[in-house]
């Protein structure tokens, strides 16, 4: 996948974060991150990377994700992986 494909799905991914008012709120939490922060932020390979791995902590959130924007279920971490640094998975 090229870059400019993984930046525009975790762009639509940090959108459908925004209109979702359950999800929201825990991912502002999660990150410690403000509404201005995101919109500092929305082009930032890193930001874009960190909303991606949001995702990922839930299957129910990546299925609902994926479902409403017509894509398959592995698509946001194929995304993950072609965004500078996604490759590097830390999980600590």
């Not at 974060?17 to 929201?24: E, I, R, S, T, V």
């Not at 398959?72 to 640094?85: E, H, I, V, W």
């Amino acid at each position: 996948m090229q870059q400019d494909r993984a930046e525009m799905i975790a762009v639509q991914a940090l959108g459908w974060l925004a209109g979702n008012d359950d999800l929201m709120p825990v991912f502002l939490a999660a990150t410690g991150s403000s509404a201005d922060d995101i919109r500092a932020q929305a082009s930032d390979p890193a930001f874009l990377i960190s909303v991606l791995d949001f995702l990922a902590m839930d299957d129910a959130w990546i299925i609902a994700f994926c479902e409403s924007q017509g894509l398959s279920y592995d698509t946001p971490m194929q995304a993950r992986q072609s965004l500078p640094g996604g490759a590097q998975i830390h999980w600590t």
